[in-house]
């Protein structure tokens, strides 16, 4: 018995070193195009070394960028989980993340509350997005791949519409672009630099470390309980995993379809907090766009766990501040980082197809 | 009357992308393979279409460049979906997420900038006011309907995508109909990205017509001639707003929505599950129980 | 003497556990009709995946029309001229019958698809063997009988001599398989040879030249038709095997608590597949439901366990009308199921056995605790008590269900079904796919909650099984239970004779 022990165990960590080995064999492209540029690899691995590694205010760049990617790869680890492709988070974190301003512009809170509220905002804006799709899904079984695209495109051009017109707060020669009227200050996300700085690591102040990253770590808390340790978690787990065994135990299938799709909708409304709260100070749909999608990239590579998906963010913050170190030192152009990213999906994603099937097969020879 | 044929010409240069990736969406997905990476696939295409352009001095050259690099990106869809089986729709977005950065990439290489390519001034001729490569729509059409319906090797892709094993019995060769799906998409979006803008590459010209596309496809019902005429509604009507856009009361944003609204309708409205390939989607593996 | 078309000569195939084929032989004349007869599992199958290139045999040797073949997969069957014509159709629906039966022989001109020649190929097969099927129409619209006439003008169009129908009339209306039958004629005047699977005893009567009986493996005994009776044919079959008895302690049934009031169920295709089927299941009995496959048992099953596709009757628990309950609401009131495929629909299998031990209770406590967290201890409590208990063979509690042999696979679902304490346990195929010592056991788990006075519903293509744990059978057929035995009545002839539709003390001179 202790061998097949020892065997189990040897099967769980190949089943784990799809991303390793995935990741390893994108650097090693990396490294080609590096050197088909004709550019030395050594010093390219130096200069991601100063721009992304090289001390306190460049290792929180890199976290502080991993923010609003570690809230958009949750928020597809909790769909994907559930067997629901919301590829619409881009869509829902745009109106999401207009509702939460909404609040931080025309409700006059006390600080405290106001934040919370902002936040809770936010998150019902993006459930308000997923929520047409989801209902198609689950009542008619019409694939919610296209039509969270679909509304991704709808959002946008909403958004549009309504931060040039009714919800315009632009001030004639003051503002640069279409914008809301300012968020209250009682709403705006503060800095926790000084905290940081207190505990020894000297990040400074133009590096936004800031209320975001709280919203980050609690949600990643409550969804890593929600999947691990309650009931409805291991529904959507179970629900993932096989409909038709799902439905034998019992499962209302179809509700907790739904309930993943809305919830990750709202976590997709928290993406966009940290630069509406924290560095814009008013939302405008300039915001930066294409998170959404990342996320989707971020929760493929960490296997759609919550845990996981810290690891995958922080990996893309940091391949992000690569690139702007590699083009500033070296020739490699900043857009080789966008093109690893999908590379790296791609490896991931064969290679653990492979190895969950080479790992079946062994398992049916020991059984003779 | 000369508002009218611009009209009509119009309509169709602006529905051709659609229809060209919806036409080859239609093969892929009867051998059983849904790609939804057409929509990434067209960017790269886009932006190697122009660069072949400029490149060699001929659009027709660019053409040929982008049906290329439409075959070669879809190639990758293609090994990881049949010989890696991997779920279709997981390596789609993986694909698209490489494409935007691909594109980028390449972009910054060509062009030296990472977001718009140089001017291509070598363009297709123009017919009746619009991109005459458009016009090709029509036999291309006829084509893909003859080749799915009246060839050999349309009807072996066809019984590949409604049950491979039965066709593996058969001897048809299951794996390389499904290559044949997949690639054959692949080279109309190089088409479809001629269709688009040609003079110049944008990051996000796309614009989400690769998506639309998916969405005529399951309208079309999975028929080439159907998949072109849902194309050319989503096409017309889009063309409509843009002609009347300044005129009508409406917020152009609104006016914006309406393709993506339209295809949401569409899709809501289908009456009763319209039938994809039986094996569309599913991973065949020869033995399997 | 007619020329052999086919001959087996000493074939045997083993597989992990079991000797599926055991120096079988067996051949076939042009121009007869030879039936295969036998049980499920006896090896009919095995030996027709054999001829067909899908197995290859240990040792023997096949030959066709006098040479030594090596058959290497269906392609290679079907040039050497052996078709076969499975249960389970090969079609493509949505397409016409030409081009169901030309794909992959298609003639053309440089790739274009010559509809005319082919047309003109296909109307003389039918013409030549007498089949006719309407060229152009759509698969998906025909009846299944004209179907199954596509699956063999498929064969014959590539030049079958050799006909294998696998339990053809299994999906066959009666005057369907009278069509069927008149087709057989059709083919071996012309020289074909047919060779026929099947249960069913009258069909074999009427339409096969000879009869050849299969049991555990063996060849029991090939002969003529003449003289031949049902009811020698099913002692054939069954045989007089050594039962693997259980212990049954005597036990006063109880109330009832499931009845079964002429319920009508259809299949997935339409047809009625539970015929207005009738019965009770008492507290301490175990209520066996005996029938070859595809009589209505799986349907049967599905909408007692999950209330699926009811068109009318009633089920009712302890009195309860169960139409509208949901899978949740019957596992509260303590309707439990071991579903026939444990890897679809009983085990989720990336996850841990102790989880899936949980599965159907797993919201409740002790498993789930008010707040609705996961009570992780009590599972891992609860399943290894489960594992000691019911011996199953795992590293740990905690090892995916996916790393346990199907034995212990099929332990951990008839446990955790047990370990519910259920009013009714609904039991399908529960020894399928499983060795001896486990199956063993769990023959013991389920005479023990029938001691406990649980009620069983067990339904089986296993007739030993059968045999040995119920109180009593009732006999499936078409839908319908045509005749209850008791324990003592249960006769393995007469039970085996009513599963084919035949009646008692029937003599049937040939």
Known sequence: MSGSRRRISGHLVLSQAAPFIGFLASMVVLVVIVVLMKESPVKAVEAVYKFALNGAAKLGAVLSISIPYYLSGLSIAIAFRAGVFNIGNEGQYFVGGLVGALAGVYLHLPAPLHIPVVVISAMVGGALWALVPAILKAARGISEVITTIMFNNIGFALVNYLINGPLSGMAKGVSLEPQTKKILPTALFGKLNGFFRSIGWNVPDYVYLDYSLVVAILAGLVIWFLLFRTRQGFEIRAVGTSTDVSRYAGIKVRRVQVTAFLLSGALAGLIGLQEIFAIRGFYTYNIASGLGFDGIAISLIA???????????????????????????????????????????????????????????????EQG | MGFIVYFLAKGLEISSPIAFSALGGVYSERAGVVNIALEGIMGVTALTLVWGAITFQSIWVGLLVAILTGVLVSLIHAVV??????????????????????????????????????????????????????????????????????????????????????????????TAMRYAGVLISGALCGIASATLFADKWITGMVAGRGFIALAAVIFGRWDPLGAVLASLLFGYADTFRIVFESRLPIPSQFVQMFPYVLAVVVLAGLVGKSRAPAWDGRNYEKGED | MADTLLELREITKQFPGVIANDHVSFDLRAGEVHALVGENGAGKTTLMKILYGLYRPDSGTISVEGSAVSV????????????????????????????????????????????????????????????????????????????????????????????????????????????????????????????????????????????????????????????????????????????????????????????????????????????????????????????????????????????????????????????????????????????????????????????????????????????????????????????????????????????????????????????????????????????????EFIHRQIMKARTEGKAVLLVSADLDELLSLSDRIGVIFKGRIIREFTHAEAVREEVGLAMTGGKAGEERAG
């Open chain 1, 303 to 365: 296997q759609n766990h919550p845990v996981g998906v810290v690891f995958s963010s922080l990996l893309f913050g940091f391949l992000k501040q690569a690139g702007y170190g590699l083009q500033l030192s070296t020739k490699v152009p900043n857009s080789v980082t966008y093109a690893i990213q999908g590379l790296m999906i791609l490896f991931i994603v064969a290679i653990n197809a492979v190895i969950v099937r080479a790992v079946r097969s062994m398992r049916r020879k």
């Open chain 2, 81 to 174: 979906t049949v010989t890696f089986r991997v779920d279709h729709v997981v390596s789609g977005v993986a694909i698209n997420v490489f494409g935007i950065g691909l594109s980028r990439f390449l972009c910054q290489s060509f062009f030296g900038a990472e977001t718009q390519s140089k001017i291509n001034p070598y363009l297709f001729p123009k017919l009746l006011g619009v991109n005459s490569l458009a016009f090709w729509l029509i036999p291309a059409v006829f084509i893909g309907w003859f080749v799915l319906y009246r060839t050999v090797f349309g009807l072996r892709l066809r019984s590949v995508g409604e049950n491979p094993e039965a066709a593996d019995t058969l001897g048809v060769n299951v």
């Open chain 3, 72 to 439: 290497r997969g269906p392609r290679d069957a079907i040039s050497r001229g052996i078709g076969m014509v499975h249960q389970h159709f090969m079609l493509f629906p949505p397409f016409s019958v030409l081009e169901n039966i030309v794909i992959g022989e298609e003639s053309h001109h440089a790739g274009v698809l010559a509809t005319g020649t082919q047309r003109a190929r296909v109307q003389s097969i039918m013409q030549e063997n007498g089949i006719t099927v309407p060229v152009d129409a759509r698969v998906e619209e025909l009846a299944v009988g004209l179907q199954q006439r596509v699956e063999i003008l498929k064969i014959l169009f590539r030049g079958a001599k050799i006909l294998i129908f696998d339990e053809p009339t299994a999906v066959l209306t009666p005057q369907e398989s009278a069509e069927l039958f008149r087709t057989f004629r059709a083919l071996t005047s012309h020289g074909k040879g047919v060779i026929f699977i099947t249960h069913k005893l009258d069909e074999v009567l009427a339409v096969a030249d000879r009869i050849t009986v299969i049991r555990q493996g063996k060849v029991v005994r090939t002969m003529d038709r003449a003289g031949v009776t049902k009811p020698m044919i099913a002692e054939l079959m069954v045989g007089k095997p050594v039962l693997m008895e259980v212990e049954r302690p005597a036990r006063e049934a109880g109330a009832t608590v499931l009845e079964v009031r002429d319920l009508k169920v259809r299949s997935p295709r339409g047809l009625a597949a539970v015929d207005g089927i009738s019965f009770s299941v008492k507290a301490g009995e175990i209520y066996g439901i005996a029938g070859v496959e595809g009589n209505g048992q799986s349907e049967l099953v599905h909408a007692i366990a999950e209330g699926v596709e009811i068109e009318s009757g009633e089920i009712l628990l302890d009195g309860s009308d169960t139409r509208k309950w949901s899978v949740r609401k019957r596992r509260e009131n303590g309707i439990t199921h071991i579903p026939e495929d444990r890897l679809k629909y009983g085990l989720l299998l990336p996850f841990s056995i102790a989880t899936n031990l949980t599965l159907g209770r797993h919201d409740k406590p002790p498993f789930a605790t008010r707040l609705q967290t996961v009570n992780q201890r009590a599972i891992r409590e609860s399943a290894r008590r489960i594992i000691r208990q019911f011996d199953i063979r795992t590293p740990s509690e905690n090892t995916p269900a996916n790393a346990l042999s199907g034995g212990n696979q099929q332990k951990a679902v008839v446990a955790r079904e047990l370990a519910a304490d259920p009013r009714l346990l609904v039991a399908s195929q529960p020894t399928r796919g499983v060795d001896i010592g486990a199956t």
